[in-house]
């Protein structure tokens, strides 16, 4: 009798850890393909960004503080063979970039051309999917962290080493509220002007 529990209490533990180990290789696989995404989006990203660059510096100057930003992060990315601190650069890219609006504002003449906002268009559409791709990298990540630190999962992380996922930081830009009125203005305004053209 003493037997037969000792092998099924083996039986069961042999199962847990298999279910449990294979789980944990789920997740991690989970978060690491949404960090090759997100890795892949900044590299769109940042082939466009001397293009945006250029098109501001026709108006703007060379001597923009934003643009230098953005020059020195594209190239502090490129130069950085670490996925979570590329991610994080990546935000820091948004924030640079979410000022060149402000800067752009001043030049009518730079609104007015269409390859720029042919350019700000797609990089506009690459920051909204590189936002989704950021929360959930930051959802995949927290759910393999809890299974690191809860218990008892946590006891095969530590017999694997495995450590919490750091999560994104994201940009004030993407907490604050959206200013509707605002996105119904530039739809109009994008409307009056492909009617003009």
Request: proline share 3%.
């Amino acid at each position: 009798m003493t037997a037969i529990f000792i092998l099924t209490a083996a039986a069961i533990a042999i199962l847990w850890f298999i279910v449990t180990y294979n789980r944990f290789v789920a997740k991690n696989n989970r978060v690491k393909q949404t960090e090759s995404t997100i890795s892949v989006m900044l590299k769109q990203r940042n082939d466009m960004i001397p293009n945006l660059v250029a098109a501001v510096q026709n108006y703007a100057g060379h001597e923009n503080a934003t643009l230098t930003r953005i020059a020195g992060l594209r190239t502090q990315m490129l130069q950085s063979g670490d996925g979570h601190e590329q991610m994080q650069l990546g935000t820091e890219m948004s924030k640079a970039l979410a000022d060149v609006k402000a800067t752009v504002e001043k030049y009518p003449e730079l609104k007015a051309d269409r390859q720029f906002l042919r350019l700000e268009e797609s990089i506009e559409e690459m920051e909204y999917q590189l936002q989704a791709a950021r929360r959930t990298f930051n959802a995949a990540a927290v759910d393999f962290n809890n299974y690191v630190q809860m218990f008892p999962s946590n006891i095969i992380a530590s017999m694997k080493h495995y450590q919490p996922y750091e999560l994104i930081t994201v940009p004030e830009s993407e907490k604050a509220n959206v200013d509707v009125k605002a996105l119904f203005e530039d739809s109009t305004n994008l409307q009056q002007g492909s009617k003009s053209c």
